[in-house]
């Protein structure tokens, strides 16, 4: 059974930065399509970044592009989400998610999520 588990979240002010992380384990990491999403409180889940299983492509929600930065280690079973400039409506719970390459498609495994909490 693949497990994900995200750290790196907390409390920044308005402009600062975080680092997420991702850890994978009991799979086969380098075969994964890796996704980020959020839900910010009241709202659905939504899409913030993917990368593809060998980091040759990188996708990006518009609310982000320019700010966040996806990026992975496959010798370490980790995908990172870089944020920098953060807003207050960046505050959310922040989701991995993988998606298994060469499967139907959306997304196989999910973790339990990081709190984000940006300040005003």
């Known amino acids: 059974q693949v497990q994900l588990i995200e750290s790196g979240g907390g409390l920044v002010q308005t402009g600062g930065s975080l680092r997420l992380s991702c850890a994978a384990s009991?799979?086969?990491?380098?075969?994964?399509?890796m996704g980020w999403f959020r839900q910010a409180p009241g709202k659905e889940r939504v899409f913030v970044s993917r990368i593809t299983w060998n980091g040759g492509a990188k996708y990006y929600s518009d609310s982000v592009k320019g700010r966040f930065t996806i990026s992975r280690d496959n010798a370490r079973n980790t995908v990172y989400l870089q944020m920098n400039s953060l807003k207050p409506e960046d505050t959310a719970v922040y989701y991995c998610a993988a998606d298994v390459a060469n499967t139907s498609p959306g997304y196989d495994y999910w973790g339990q999520g990081t709190q984000v909490t940006v300040s005003s």
């Open positions: 009991g799979g086969t990491f380098s075969r994964y399509h």
